[in-house]
């Protein structure tokens, strides 16, 4: 059926790591992303997410796995019928968390990512990087244990890429592995991490 975007990669995500994951416009970070999130499957090959064969996983059971990541989409996905505040407290929700146990946490973030002024808002009224914003607050306000963040810098300024970065660290620092798709040169630099490099379907891996 085609042909095959990512072929003889071999490699991990550690616990507790960060790395960037880059490449050409094409190169497949995005297949590669779903691909870990367990929303794709590979045609051929071996995937163990949390230390199990992801081929292996029921169906049901898919849906508690993928809580332990929290995921921001390069098209951002926000439910429209949602506010900023009801999208980043949906994940907690889903949990079923009391509101009164997270409300100041989800208000503190949203002034972090500088939409504090956008809390009631509908995504239909939201920039392109305000929506950005509330689509990695939404990935961060679980705490999961892995990050995939595509992209996620795309659509704000380099000030604002460097605050996002900045909260993606303290992030790792408090035991998030992270994994971030980037285009972005001067982003990357700003950070002696790990880079994984896809290209024509290979990973280079550079510590
Ligand atoms: N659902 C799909 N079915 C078939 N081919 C796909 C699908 N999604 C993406 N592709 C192809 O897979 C390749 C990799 O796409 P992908 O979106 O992973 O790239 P990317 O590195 O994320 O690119 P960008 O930097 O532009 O976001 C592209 O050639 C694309 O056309
Ligand atoms: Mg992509």
Wanted: no cysteine.
């Amino acid at each position: 059926m085609g042909s095959e975007i990512l072929r003889d990669l071999t490699f991990d995500i550690p616990k507790r790591s960060f790395q960037f994951l880059t490449g050409p416009s094409g190169a497949g970070k995005t297949t590669l992303l779903r691909l870990l999130f367990m929303s794709l499957k590979p045609t051929r090959g071996l995937i163990r997410s949390f230390g199990r064969d992801i081929n292996q996983i029921p169906r049901d059971e898919l849906p508690l796995l993928r809580r332990r990541i929290g995921i921001v989409f390069q098209d951002f996905r926000l439910l429209d019928h949602l506010t900023t505040y009801e999208n980043v407290a949906l994940p907690l929700r889903v949990r079923g968390k009391e509101e009164a146990s997270y409300r100041q946490d989800v208000l503190e973030l949203l002034k972090w990512v500088g939409l504090g002024e956008r809390i009631n808002v509908l995504p239909a009224i939201l920039s392109g990087g305000e929506k950005q914003r509330a689509a990695i607050a939404r990935a961060l306000i679980d705490r999961p244990e892995l990050l995939l963040a595509d992209e996620p810098t795309g659509n704000v300024d380099p000030p604002m890429a460097r605050r996002l970065l900045s909260l993606f660290l303290e992030l790792n620092r408090l035991g998030t592995a992270v994994v971030i798709a980037t285009h972005d040169l001067a982003l990357m630099d700003q950070v002696n991490a790990r880079r994984m490099i896809l290209s024509e379907g290979h990973l280079d891996i550079y510590e």
